[in-house]
């Protein structure tokens, strides 16, 4: 039996190849940071990281999981719900609510499930989700779960988002969902302005604060603070992945009864382990690191405008962004693999995306910003880029 599929699978790997869009990975042998080293390409600047805040090889951090490995353990071996509740999962449940400004939280083991599993026990046949066409997989996922009827958006459309609410006027719930912070192009959602839609259609809104939690918004509560809707929002699910420490596990954030029902209903946080009780003690300091001060998040602001001005002014065309992610537009898909790949050559680890990821003809680099960057490192990222683009006739 295998000969055939091994055949099969063998063919479309080969496929995949030929498109151009098979996946390597590089191999890192130093702990995850502004300057990292890799397996083949040597010791290279990282500005493909969701490394926003700089947490992923904190020293408190570490220093709070290890303490909470000697007093709590490695695992859970549990559900939360049989046995895998500590009292670290729960004191970061309230904490999460507290820096967010909601009424409680729902701990996943990654926010791929917490989208995975927030729609479905809520919503059913009779109801609606409204979502953007630009959303990441796991609301897609999440959304095919639920029986709930479909609508979409055009990415950021407030027009096209007001017809599908139109559209959907006689379902018995609405909701809107949407990311907060769109990973290709670094756009905020316009939450001020869903909200006002949602409440002029009676409708909920959910969003999904991976990329802007610790990153948008003057402390870095994300887009409920940015636009100043603290509490407002019925739903946020967001990761401990990216800004918060980079390791594992999501949330979603709330309303209380909302989150209360997801404790009963909610297939990924029902049927799958809780997350370690070191990965909570960190997040834990995480919260107590970002909220102690500003520092961090200050960094990462003026970080971020340093680079985009410098980048602009040699020329670049960066989409308008206002997250620490920056679209180096190249629109051609070859001319982006080979800038990254010469970039690379640089000491300079960045990314470069192409259709099917971003529409046809947008290709570009992704660069983004970290409160870890130095100004020397920013600065030899944008000669880098500046030496690439002169030599590849991007630059004049
Ligand atoms: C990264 C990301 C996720 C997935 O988060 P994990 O915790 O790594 O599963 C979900 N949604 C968005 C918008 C993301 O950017």
Redesign the pocket.
Known sequence: MYDNFQKYLQKEIQQIKDDGLYKSERVIITPQSAAIKTKDEGDVLNFCA?NYLGLADNKELIQAAKDAMDARGYGMSSVRFICGTGDLHKELEKRIAEFFGTEDTILYA??????GGVFEPLLGEQDAIISDAL??A??IDGVRLCKAKRFRYANADMADLEQQLIAAKDCRHRIICT??VF?MDGNVAPIDKIYELANKYNALVMV?E??SAGVVGKTGRGTTEQYNLRGKVEIL?G????AFGGA???FTTGKKEIIEMLRQRSRPYLFSNSIPPMVAAAAIKTLDIITRDNKLQDTLHENTNYFVEKMKAAGFDIKPTQSAICAVMLYDAPLSQKFAAELSNEGIYVTGFYYPVVPKGQARIRVQVSAAHTHAQLDKCVEAFIKIGKKLGTLK
């Open positions: 969701n990654a926010c791929f499930d917490a989208n959303n990441h796991s609301i990311d907060g990973s999904d991976s990329h699910t990761t401990l992945g990216k594992v596990g999501g």
